[in-house]
């Protein structure tokens, strides 16, 4: 008579079934995600990215001559965006073949006090963007992106279900308990329910984080077509500009609507971003989380004028703070560290979960349980 409960079977199943589909897709995301997670450190290394001559806040410079320089040097394209990096404080001009552009076509980095141009930034190139663009999308676009979310949240389900197993066989044995004198395979068990047990928050959180991260866009795409459409409406029958005003001169307006926050990012008239009649300077605080939060503020691209400005939705919050948390970057290098370790860990417990299945496949499932159960 079998010692395993029909609610706990079920468990069980649904942990094997769920940890099967989801472990290959996972250890490719835990290999790529490794590096990434120290993706500002590495792009130094390998030339993508370059530190400011001097390490300092950065101060208000001219927007204007930043952008004259970059179209200078590209005088067939036209300025998408520009960016203040939050780990590397620098400049970023983004680049495009047209404003709407979907793909870049440069970007230019510039010194933050100075606005003299720094670098030139590597656009679809090298070793780690293939790693990205892998642990994204599996170079697949958006149908790559939503399979991978469809797969972190079966690692999540996994991994609950993976705890309500280990409660009742935790009852027989002390935590932390490794037979080593048993078979190999109870060893591996025992290790896989250990490891797997220690980091299962650090994995729900970085398992659910990644979930929302695969909905930037659809959750973009709402906020494009409600929120923004909505601000913009009164400007949306009026006709193409055909020259637009200062961007330096806009930014100030910015920065007086919203004294307590500081410009993050700035979307060229145009772009899906900001509308074809305005600049959208999206604002962030100045502490550790309000930092990673943006507010849209719109400001007229000929007159001048602030025409709104409020919070983003809740769902686009909860995907600025699932982000940075995903990849560890709230606690500086040693948070990244701690992030690494755990991802190894990580590794371990998937590939002894394929290891241990690899060993049972001819064993039946209530055999196997109660083997190790009475131990």
Same mark, same amino acid.
């Given at each position: +008579?079998?010692?395993?409960?029909?609610g706990?079977?079920?468990?069980y199943?649904?942990?094997?079934w769920?940890?099967?589909i989801? !472990?290959?897709?996972?250890?490719?995301?835990?290999? !790529?995600?490794?590096p990434l997670?120290? $993706?500002?450190?590495?792009?130094?290394?390998?030339g993508?990215?370059?530190?400011?001559?001097?390490?300092?806040?950065?101060k208000?410079?001219d927007?204007?001559?930043? @952008?004259?320089?970059?179209l200078?040097?590209?005088?067939?394209?036209?300025?998408?965006f520009l960016?203040?990096?939050?780990?590397?404080p620098i400049?970023?001009? !983004?680049?495009?073949?047209?404003?709407?552009?979907?793909a870049?076509?440069?970007a230019?980095?510039?010194?933050?006090r100075?606005?003299?141009?720094i670098? $030139?930034?590597?656009?679809n190139q090298?070793?780690?963007?293939? &790693?990205?663009k892998l642990?994204?999308d599996?170079?697949a676009?958006?149908?790559?992106t939503?399979?991978?979310?469809?797969?972190?949240?079966?690692?999540v389900l996994?991994?609950?279900?993976?705890? =309500?197993v280990?409660?009742p066989?935790?009852r027989?044995?002390?935590f932390?308990t490794?037979?080593?004198?048993?078979s190999?395979?109870?060893?591996?068990l025992?290790l896989?329910n250990?490891?797997?047990?220690?980091?299962?928050a650090?994995?729900?959180?970085v398992?659910? !984080?990644?979930?929302?991260?695969?909905?930037?866009?659809?959750?973009?795409? @709402?906020?494009?077509?409600?929120?923004?459409?909505?601000?913009?409406h009164?400007w949306?029958?009026r006709?193409?500009?055909?020259s637009?005003a200062?961007?330096?001169?806009?930014a100030?307006t910015?920065?007086q609507?919203?004294?307590n926050?500081?410009?993050r @990012?700035?979307a +060229?008239?145009?772009t899906p971003f900001?509308?074809?009649?305005h600049?959208?300077?999206?604002?962030r605080g100045?502490?550790?989380?309000t930092e990673?939060?943006?507010?849209? =503020?719109?400001?007229d691209?000929?007159?001048?004028? &602030?025409?709104a400005?409020?919070? +983003?939705?809740?769902?686009?919050?909860?995907l600025?703070?699932s982000?940075?948390? $995903?990849?560890?970057?709230?606690?500086?290098m040693p948070?990244?560290?701690?992030w690494?370790?755990?991802?190894? @860990?990580?590794?371990? =417990?998937? +590939?002894s979960?394929?290891?241990l299945?690899?060993?049972?496949?001819?064993?039946?499932?209530?055999?196997?349980?109660?083997q190790?159960?009475?131990?």
């Amino acid at each position: +008579m079998s010692i395993v409960p029909n609610g706990l079977r079920f468990w069980y199943v649904l942990h094997k079934w769920t940890s099967l589909i989801c !472990t290959l897709f996972l250890l490719l995301l835990c290999l !790529t995600g490794l590096p990434l997670v120290f $993706h500002e450190e590495l792009a130094v290394m390998l030339g993508d990215l370059v530190e400011p001559p001097v390490r300092v806040e950065p101060k208000p410079v001219d927007l204007d001559r930043v @952008i004259a320089d970059a179209l200078a040097r590209r005088p067939a394209d036209q300025v998408k965006f520009l960016m203040l990096d939050l780990d590397h404080p620098i400049w970023q001009v !983004t680049m495009g073949a047209h404003v709407a552009a979907q793909a870049n076509s440069a970007a230019f980095l510039y010194d933050p006090r100075s606005g003299e141009f720094i670098h $030139h930034r590597p656009v679809n190139q090298g070793l780690m963007n293939v &790693l990205l663009k892998l642990h994204v999308d599996l170079l697949a676009g958006l149908p790559g992106t939503l399979f991978l979310g469809a797969m972190g949240a079966l690692f999540v389900l996994s991994v609950v279900s993976g705890v =309500v197993v280990y409660g009742p066989f935790m009852r027989r044995l002390p935590f932390g308990t490794v037979r080593w004198d048993g078979s190999r395979r109870l060893t591996w068990l025992d290790l896989h329910n250990l490891l797997g047990i220690v980091t299962v928050a650090w994995a729900v959180t970085v398992g659910a !984080t990644g979930v929302i991260n695969t909905l930037a866009r659809p959750l973009l795409a @709402i906020w494009q077509k409600t929120e923004l459409a909505e601000m913009t409406h009164a400007w949306r029958s009026r006709p193409p500009l055909t020259s637009i005003a200062s961007v330096d001169r806009a930014a100030h307006t910015a920065r007086q609507a919203e004294p307590n926050l500081e410009i993050r @990012i700035i979307a +060229m008239p145009g772009t899906p971003f900001a509308g074809n009649h305005h600049f959208a300077f999206f604002m962030r605080g100045n502490t550790p989380l309000t930092e990673r939060l943006l507010r849209p =503020v719109l400001v007229d691209a000929t007159t001048l004028e &602030l025409t709104a400005s409020r919070d +983003m939705p809740w769902y686009l919050r909860l995907l600025l703070v699932s982000q940075p948390l $995903h990849f560890g970057d709230y606690g500086g290098m040693p948070l990244k560290i701690l992030w690494a370790i755990l991802d190894l @860990i990580t590794i371990a =417990v998937l +590939m002894s979960g394929l290891y241990l299945w690899w060993k049972k496949r001819e064993d039946p499932l209530a055999n196997e349980i109660e083997q190790a159960w009475s131990r």
